[in-house]
């Protein structure tokens, strides 16, 4: 079974400020994928990024950063510098090496960013 | 191009009767799934297409729901004998292919409210 943990509800921060959005995954697979997807006011879900479970390089794009620690279980998402325009819902989701496809959502981070 | 297209875009239907929602994934996509949202939760799994068949539908809640993709293109989501608690956004996506390398676009949903 797979599992995605986000413990955060709800993060509220001043523009500029730097925030961090956790997530926690459990899969028996040896083989899986990470996702982040960002579901804005208007509701549709925008991908944003993907990961293997083989490719521990961090990223960064832009002001996005991600975090891939495969002894925490966890693939964390950090915006730097952030802006009013980044409030949204974020999710983090897991597909398993045999799923077929199917992704496991986390129940998502409510992230406000104030003027 | 052209996105992930979802009809309707909101759907009023009273307890007991009988619904379909329209997906039109992008061209050229022959993975489609289906997921539901419940307000202030991630998205669930409901279905999964690899072009006119069902691979995967361990996510359909009961015999109630349905859906089909005839052409491998456009699928409908059938919503038998509605009830209350059908009421979520339902969301439809696409991929280029089933495997986890290929992220999965979505629409902008059907938001249905059973009366």
């Known amino acids: 079974a797979q599992k995605v943990t986000q413990a955060q509800t709800e993060i509220s921060v001043v523009e500029k400020e730097d925030v961090t959005l956790d997530c926690v995954y459990e899969?028996?697979?040896?083989?899986?994928?990470l996702f982040w997807y960002k579901q804005p006011p208007s509701g549709e879900l925008v991908f944003l990024i993907r990961?293997?479970?083989?490719?521990?390089q961090n990223e960064i794009s832009g002001r996005y950063s991600w975090n891939f620690q495969k002894s925490t279980s966890s693939f964390n998402f950090t915006i730097t510098a952030s802006q009013v325009v980044d409030s949204a819902v974020y999710f983090c989701?897991?597909?398993?090496?045999?799923?077929?496809?199917?992704?496991?959502f986390g129940q998502g981070t409510i992230l406000t960013v104030h003027p | 191009g052209a996105g992930v297209s979802q009809t309707p875009s909101n759907k009023v239907t009273e307890k007991g009767k009988y619904v379909e929602l329209r997906c039109d994934p992008i061209?050229?996509?022959?993975?489609l799934y289906w997921y539901r949202q419940s307000l202030g939760q991630g998205p669930e799994f409901l279905i999964y297409?690899?072009?006119?068949?069902?691979?995967?539908d361990s996510g359909l809640p009961n015999d109630r729901f349905f859906a089909v993709r005839p052409e491998g293109s456009v699928s409908t989501l059938k919503i038998q004998r509605t009830e209350r608690g059908d009421s979520a956004v339902y969301l439809c996506?696409?991929?280029?292919?089933?495997?986890?390398?290929?992220?999965?676009?979505f629409g902008p949903g059907t938001r249905l409210t059973v009366l």
């Open positions: 996506a696409s991929s280029l292919a089933q495997q986890g390398t290929n992220e999965q676009f």
């Open positions: 899969t028996r697979d040896t083989t899986y994928y």
């Open positions: 990961r293997n479970s083989f490719d521990e």
């Open positions: 989701a897991l597909r398993g090496g045999t799923s077929y496809g199917k992704l496991t």
């Open positions: 061209s050229g996509h022959t993975a």
């Open positions: 297409f690899q072009g006119t068949g069902a691979a995967d």
